[in-house]
């Protein structure tokens, strides 16, 4: 009897090539995709994501291009230890040309002409590459320049860059500070946390064939965690070797000890003393003064309060599809209706090209920065937008006339 046959298996459930059937939509990795289709619906989409090694980008990309339409021409560059030149090549390369004996300037205008030409025919572009820490300042100087291409209307490259924690470190040097004025949304995939976890395992079993979520004992999961930090590719090799150490014993299922057995075999130590890889991601820069969540949001539906919503600095994506930050289950909301981006300013609201569009009071707005107050509309939903550093500000004013009081007390007596 095989390995599968043994299991109840139709095919290996825990493979390390990467393959889009297999794609468990953890939150994040929902919210990832998601930041990766607005480079479709907006015209100026730039997108950074970065994770960890093995926290699922490249299956995430495999899964967000198996579903473009036929309207969309899009080219993937994977090898990034390239100069400027060689970069350009490899993307005329993806996109059909053979340019190696073109010099520097004739490949940027064969790039132009292309570019012009998909976008008089109806077609978007969308460019893609993986691994880009590797890129030198050089080529993403290059790519910053490759954003800005546009007709008299908008501009005709879509960009997602999807890389190692390390891209994030190489964007904040002040060299690269005008490419990222271009970026539109970034966002980090980090690891599964114990719950999502065991979700990924039994998802994976599910799609290989199994019936039923008892082929690992609910106690193997924290074990599973303690020793891979949440990181897929880790999972999918723990995983697959615990099957294998329970399948030469003939267990029908696995238990903790056949997972300490796999751990053994690959000699694992538990993720925070084998690797510096796993850390948290790093906290946002805060504005000095300011708690962390700067943001509140206030969902009404005909003047009843449905939700409250605080959040520090960053983007929130609000929509009727559950991978939102604000879900609002409405027809008159779109999937990714708008965005609210959070910064030392206050906060800006952004229409994300939806079908029943974004009012500010009876203004209907694309991009707005909001004031203490301000209603925002979707269809029946409004949001009420209230900046808490107000609030802190006030606090501070109440506290030093309390200490003044104090002092006068102190004085007097």
Known sequence: MSYLEHFKLKEQPFRLTPDPDFVYWSKQ????????ESTIWLADGFVVITGEIGSGKTTLL????????????????SQTQLTATQFLQAVLTEFGFKPFDARKVE??????????????????????????QNLSKKVL????????????????????????????????????????????????????????????????LSVAGRDTNDLFSEDCYEVMHRY??????????????ALLCAFADGKAA?????????????????HESNTGVFSSISPVRRVPGTESHVTQIEVRSNGQQEAVHTFPVGRVIVGRSPDNEIYIKSKFVSRHHVQLVSD???????????TNGVFVGDKQVKKYRLQDGDVVSLGVHQLVYHDLRMDDDASEEELDEEELDDLEDDVGT
Not at 29 to 36: C, E, P
Not at 228 to 241: K, Q
Not at 344 to 354: A, I, R, T, W, Y
């Open 29 to 36: 990795h929902a919210r990832a995709k998601a930041y990766m």
């Open 62 to 77: 495999q899964s967000f291009l198996s579903e473009l339409d036929d309207n969309i021409v899009y080219a993937v560059v």
């Open 107 to 132: 490949l940027l205008d064969m790039l132009n002409m292309f570019l012009i030409e998909q976008y008089s025919n109806g077609k978007k572009v969308v460019l893609i590459v993986d691994e880009a």
């Open 141 to 204: 100087e290059e790519i910053r320049m490759l954003s800005g291409i546009e007709t008299h209307k908008e501009k005709v490259l879509r960009i997602i860059l999807a890389g190692q924690p390390e891209l994030k470190e190489t964007l904040e040097s002040p060299s690269l500070k005008q490419l990222v004025q271009r970026i539109r949304l970034r966002f980090h995939l980090g690891p599964l946390d114990l719950a999502e976890l065991a979700n990924y395992v039994n998802h994976r």
């Open 228 to 241: 891979t930090g949440g990181i897929p590719r880790l999972v999918n090799t723990l995983c697959d070797t």
């Open 254 to 270: 696995v238990g903790v000890d056949d997972i300490m057995a796999a751990i053994s075999e690959l000699d694992w130590q538990e």
């Open 344 to 354: 030392e300013h206050g906060c800006v609201v952004e229409d994300l090209n939806s």
